[in-house]
């Protein structure tokens, strides 16, 4: 059976918004697409601005319980860090679960149909593994299943507390011990029509140059997508190059990680030499503007590694908030901030990166285009709310990238099925389940 | 009569939001601040963090037209300049009223009770003047009671296109010829328990050094506040320094217009000397963070001017976006970008900015605070939406400044009366005037 919506404005990938077109779904994919064609009856109509859904490139669903818990005094990334590990210190399977799905609940709620969770939570508190080595990895899938949302779980290699420093108590969470044993245990996880299996290397502070070069032959042979944290604090690089002679970019390059699968995410602080392999290999780069701003990562050079041949994705990282459009315009704007220029990423660019490309390096190169064949995301903005309201079809999409918010989003489609309807997830109550989630993992 | 306010949480303040506070309003007025009190069953309740009103302390309401209208393409702050003269020149005083009571109205909606509106628009195309020549002025009046606000209406000299340079089509509409010609017409504006007039130089570029001082002379003898914009770019800074050899603000010293009723607009690109004089003049200082992104200008130095004296508020400026929670976190997070340090700005500071500073800077210093005598402003933020869900009350305050947007805002209360009630506006229809008034006044 298939479903037509009829979309007031939709975006096609061009310049502007496209009045008037009809989308045919059919199961999980896009069968038709008309432009320019009266509403008919027995279709749905979505009032507003359709874009493909967002995808979140980069997650780590767990510190949605930070939220305003880390802001007070002052500090740095680092202080940052031990709140965040107190809370990891706490979670088990069942509380994770319940976290991780009102968090991806939010995400669906602002328009995101596909979650990249870069997951290393892997085993109990102090290590043992829990019974089924992948309690905590299969957690994470039945909560983005219950949440609407297609998930690349990207599986994460964490190895060392630190360049030759050892694991901390909480971090020992973290390690499978060694690199085979990683892969032994990532390889037990299974992949369905919703659900892709990824490789992550933590960074380059917690996998030697050895394990590099082993997950990224594991994601090689497999051809599935490879993240790392890179760059996103200067004290990482000092501690890479005092050890290595290089940066992190540098050695993930020689112990062939880089590539069209490799996603760089942050890569803020970065030479030109840097950017050019990134660019060189055409990685994609997935920014977290707003992490970036909360932890005063800095402002790392989107423009450039976009110039360089990189392609640049998006993450809210730690969800400090959630709002794909803020995002998306950060990344804008704070390349103005740094650079004085205006215009450097368009509004088409930016939506792009918020889409198609983070659907590409998540594995789902079918998804993040409204097209015939691709898999059937749609999200829907409305047009009348206080924030756009005066937005028409030719400022449509300059008005939603950089004026709307994720309380603008009304409609979301994940693969054919409605997950968000006038505002609202069609089966979680979203603030509540999150509340509660919270307040059963705060220490 | 009374009315009884029984807020669930409640910023009294301090360091921390408090619980089962009850506000006793009498006209215009809060009579009586109870804390920790049961609710009584004739009380309205606010549930959620009840914050002193926002003040908005910059504001030019006819940009509103100009969101996501501006963004195509590349270009500076001085072709964004060239669209907003389009807008400009397409307002008389009808259309205008209808444009800022719906701009007005919508910074109601994020909880705003005072609008500080930087206005030189005053005279017809070609620069005659109405025949009344406060006939602008008089909209803008109209327009804030209509939508709920009190406004400080900061009438603007401007007599140059720059410095040295002819006013051109569009500007003579903003000059009085001369300043004594402004401050004739200036005095013809009345005030009223809602509305003060204050004065600005709109730059060193449009306003001369003997021009400066007698505005400057002019609210000192009134005791009204003094706005000017200073160093929003680079490319002022050196043309006052080459016509005058000193900077924007060691002109406006000398020329005496920094004190303490002082507010310098933006403050962006200072000199060491230029922050200590702001500092030991203890002028106001206004951040327009999301129109600094927006047009490129820069991050300026807060943290400085905060340290050498000065005192911070925030303006929506060109309403690119309406949010004063996305100003306030905005000075703190680009302070971020800027430092690599967290934590220079905290909630409590940034909502002091965000209320007790605005206003006291427009000229209402018995506003901006919960206590008693105090001016009757609160606004109600939701703790329980997706964004703000996971507050108690030990993080409200951290969760509200750096989580919650305009949207989370459900209840405005205005000098006593009730602008704003579960989220929408109890007179206008916010969105659908606004979208008439834009498309009213597009070239």
Do not use: K
């Not at 990824?198 to 996998?207: E, Q």
Request: with cysteine.
């Amino acid at each position: 059976m298939t479903t037509d919506y009829h979309c007031e404005l939709a975006w096609l990938g061009g310049d502007a918004a496209v009045s008037d077109v009809v989308v045919r779904i059919d199961g999980d994919r896009i069968v038709d697409v008309d432009v320019g064609v009266a509403a008919s009856p027995t279709a749905v109509t979505l009032q507003g601005l359709t874009v493909p859904g967002f995808a979140n490139a980069h997650s780590h669903a767990f510190h949605r319980a930070l939220r305003g818990r880390t802001h007070a005094g002052t500090g740095s990334f680092w202080t940052w860090r031990e709140q965040m590990y107190a809370v990891a210190a706490s979670l088990d399977p069942d509380r994770y679960q319940a976290l991780a799905r009102a968090t991806f609940a939010e995400m669906a709620l602002a328009g995101t149909s596909c979650v990249g969770e870069f997951h290393y939570l892997h085993h109990q508190a102090g290590g043992a593994p829990y019974d089924d080595p992948n309690a905590m990895g299969a957690a994470i899938v039945e909560a983005a299943s219950e949440a609407g949302l297609r998930l690349t779980l990207l599986d994460t290699c964490y190895l060392h507390g630190g360049i030759g420093i050892d694991l901390d108590e909480t971090q020992r969470r973290f390690t499978d011990g060694d690199v085979l044993s990683w892969a032994t245990r990532t390889g037990g996880l299974g992949e369905t029509p919703t659900v892709r299996v990824g490789a992550a290397i933590h960074s380059v502070r917690a996998v030697d140059p050895a394990a590099i070069e082993i997950v990224a032959a594991w994601a090689a042979e497999r051809g599935t997508p490879l993240h790392a944290h890179v760059s996103e604090q200067p004290a990482e690089n000092e501690q890479c190059r005092q050890a290595y002679g290089r940066s992190p970019t540098e050695l993930l390059a020689d112990h062939a990680a880089l590539g069209e699968r490799f996603t760089a995410v942050h890569a803020t602080h970065l030479t030109d030499a840097d950017v050019d392999l990134l660019g060189r290999h055409r990685c994609w780069c997935c920014l977290c503007p707003t992490t970036e701003r909360d932890l005063a990562d800095g402002i790392g050079p989107a423009r450039h590694l976009r110039d360089a041949g990189a392609r640049l994705t998006l993450g809210s990282d730690s969800h400090a908030v959630i709002d794909p459009l803020e995002e998306a315009r950060a990344v804008e704007l704070d390349e103005r901030l740094a650079s004085l220029i205006r215009g450097s990423h368009r509004a088409p660019d930016l939506l792009r990166t918020a889409t198609e490309h983070g659907h590409a390096s998540l594995g789902w190169p079918d998804a993040g285009r409204i097209e015939v064949g691709a898999l059937a995301d749609l999200t829907t903005v409305d047009l009348t709310s206080v924030r756009t309201a005066g937005a028409d079809a030719e400022t449509a999409l300059g008005t939603v990238v950089f004026a709307a918010t994720a309380a603008d989003v009304r409609h979301v489609v994940v693969g054919g099925r409605v997950v968000v309807r006038d505002g609202a997830h069609t089966t979680i109550d979203v603030p509540a389940e999150l509340a509660a989630a919270v307040r059963a993992v705060l220490p």
